[in-house]
T-cell receptor
Framework: GAGVSQSPSNKVTEKGKDVELRCDPI?????LYWYRQSLGQGLEFLIY????????KSGLPSDRFSAERTGGSVSTLTIQRTQQEDSAVYLC????????????FGPGTRLTVL | KQEVTQIPAALSVPEGENLVLNCSFT??????LQWFRQDPGKGLTSLLL?????REQTSGRLNASLDKSSGRSTLYIAASQPGDSATYLC????????????FGTGTSLTVIP
């Protein structure tokens, strides 16, 4: 079946611009995660959605970052007034929703801020 | 805060060798541990998921073990092949922050034909 998809695959933007990254989770998966992978760094948790519950935003690095999930499916991560340190690969994952379930990752969006 | 360490950072072996990748974590209060592989420019592919009550999981040439009390996991790859070349990541899911995994920085594996 279809896996997690993300768009765009690559995004180049200028410092100060806003960007939107999209994630389509696996159908039926109620949990959705966003992570950031910077060069030479491990994956950093950003935000978690579970069903209709309030999202866990504890990993968002600043108030320039926000995310929403519409209709319990597609999610959009928005970065406002991008900075060069925002350059990274942004990865989305989904799972069935239990803490014992496997996370399935998308291919990621590579963001470059000039 | 949970910290996850992977040793070695890089490993190069000739084709056909058996090898072991190591992962250690500081807090044993976890739901599970998951091993992933990441190919250059790609996302993560799940290899094995070990629940906290389990000691090991096997899939094909891969075997992952978990010693929760000592905070360690190993990924054993038998009869390595050039196609196994990738970065291998381990991640733990703590019970006190169950909404996320904590990842190690990975082991970059090269299998030489």
């Amino acid at each position: 079946g279809a896996g997690v998809s993300q768009s765009p695959s690559n995004k180049v933007t200028e410092k100060g611009k806003d960007v939107e990254l999209r994630c389509d989770p696996i159908s039926g998966h109620t949990a959705l995660y966003w992570y950031r992978q910077s060069l030479g760094q491990g994956l950093e948790f950003l935000i978690y959605f579970q069903g209709n519950s309030a999202p866990d935003k504890s990993g968002l690095p600043s108030d320039r970052f926000s995310a929403e999930r519409t209709g319990g499916s597609v999610s959009t991560l928005t970065i406002q007034r991008t900075q060069q340190e925002d350059s990274a690969v942004y990865l989305c994952a989904s799972s069935l929703g239990q803490v014992t379930d496997t996370q399935y990752f998308g291919p990621g969006t590579r963001l470059t801020v000039l | 805060k949970q910290e996850v360490t992977q040793i070695p950072a890089a490993l190069s072996v000739p084709e056909g060798e058996n090898l072991v990748l190591n992962c250690s974590f500081t807090d044993s209060a976890i739901y599970n541990l998951q091993w992933f592989r990441q190919d250059p420019g790609k996302g993560l592919t799940s290899l094995l998921l070990i629940q906290s009550s389990q000691r090991e999981q096997t899939s094909g040439r891969l075997n992952a073990s978990l010693d929760k009390s000592s905070g360690r996991s190993t990924l054993y790859i038998a009869a390595s092949q050039p196609g196994d070349s990738a970065t291998y990541l381990c991640a733990v899911r703590p019970t006190n922050t169950g909404n996320q995994f904590y990842f190690g920085t990975g082991t970059s594996l090269t299998v030489i034909p």
